[in-house]
Structure formats: C-alpha cells, structure tokens
C-alpha cells in the first residue's frame, strides 16, 4: 500500500528547532518530487518547501534562511530542518511526493506548535 510516514512534530518555543522526517513506501516509484507543505488553523495548505529529480529546491519566502529541506528520491525519503522558529509556523505539516506518472500522495500530517 502506497504511504508515507512523517515523524518529528512537537511542541517548542520560539527560537527552536525540530526537524521532520517522512519516508515514501517502496511502492511509489519514479518520484520526481517531495516536498513539504503545512496548514495553519484557518489558512490554505502551502508550500514550505520541495525538491525535485532535475536538482532544483525551492523554499517559500517565509521560511527562507530558517528551513533546509533535503532528502533523497533514490530512497525514498524527504527531511525538514526547521530552525529560528517563530509561532507563525505553528501549524500541520504534510509531506509531499509526486511522480512522473501523474500520481501525487500525501502524509497525514504531522502538528509542529510554536509557543511564544
């Protein structure tokens, strides 16, 4: 069954770090991109940041500087290093994959809670 699996969401005070994690089944293949996004409480999902097989990363403006993201496609798996937290990152995040067949999937999200 095709999943994936996010880990590392918590509770920290502003200023700190944590760092997520999200590995793909071994049933999707030909990725060619992963990503994170994240939904805060009354608010669209959006793009935090993602990566793709053509080497190309892109990060949204707010996280810029502050986030890492990195991974590999080969295995599977797509990290977020999330430092200098402010409560405006407070929200759910949800790992990302699409494939070159078309086919998108979604983790179910894991809660990342700034307090001030």
């Known amino acids: 069954q095709a999943q994936l699996v996010e880990s590392g969401g918590g509770l920290v005070q502003t200023g700190g770090s944590l760092r997520l994690s999200c590995a793909a089944s071994?049933?999707?293949?030909?990725?060619?991109?992963m990503g994170w996004y994240r939904q805060a409480p009354g608010k669209q999902r959006e793009l935090v940041a993602r990566?793709?097989?053509?080497?190309?990363?892109i990060y949204a403006d707010s996280v810029k500087g502050r986030f890492t993201i990195s991974g590999d496609i080969a295995k599977n798996t797509v990290d977020l290093q999330m430092n200098s937290l402010k409560p405006e990152d407070t929200a759910v995040y949800y790992c990302?994959?699409?494939?070159?067949?078309?086919?998108?999937?979604w983790g179910q999200g894991t809660q990342v809670t700034v307090s001030s």
């Open positions: 071994r049933s999707i293949f030909s990725i060619n991109a």
């Open positions: 990302n994959v699409n494939t070159q067949l078309l086919h998108e999937y």
């Open positions: 990566f793709t097989s053509g080497g190309s990363t």
